[in-house]
């Protein structure tokens, strides 16, 4: 068996939608799906798994982008969890800044402070996560569970 990151990657260019999959991913291959994400909208996951002895990929904890030009919400999961309310983790912008409203990703409403507008931020969550296969302290308080959001 070997570890192993898997990316998954599509945007909408234009009324083009382009989509990658890749295992072992290079950095720069990653960062540009991100951007095109970003700048066009779209989707990009990353997943560390492991490559089996019969060849069979297992995927576990993953980092994904959704996201519509220019802003996207950041979605990490974990693998292991201490219990079942706090395994999935969502983005939050720093702070305490009070409730302002909402966006509509994907026919949802989502508080407004789990959008991030600023691609440099996705770009630090995602490196940190391919950097280590996981997501460190420094990226993972930059989440919460969504059972745990801020106040409204």
Not at 65 to 90: D, N, V
Not at 96 to 125: A, L, Q, Y
Not at 138 to 152: A, I, N, Y
Request: glycine share 8%; proline share 4%; with cysteine.
């Amino acid at each position: 068996m070997r570890n192993v990151l898997w990316l998954q990657a599509t945007d909408a260019e234009h009324t083009r939608v382009s989509g990658v999959a890749v295992e072992d991913p290079v950095w720069s291959h990653i960062e540009m799906c991100i951007e095109r994400a970003f700048e066009f909208g779209g989707q990009v996951l990353l997943y560390a798994g492991i490559r089996r002895d019969d060849d069979k990929l297992q995927l576990g904890t993953f980092l994904g982008m959704e996201s519509h030009p220019g802003a996207c919400r950041l979605i990490y999961t974990p693998e292991k969890f201490p219990g079942e309310k706090t395994k999935r983790r969502e983005w939050w912008e720093s702070g305490e800044s009070p409730f302002r409203g909402t966006t509509n990703f994907n026919d949802h409403e989502w508080d407004d402070r789990t959008v991030c507008r600023d691609v440099f931020v996705v770009i630090k969550m995602f490196r940190d996560f391919f950097d280590h296969g996981d997501l460190t302290e420094v990226g993972l308080s930059q989440t919460r569970s969504v059972w745990d959001r801020k106040p409204r």
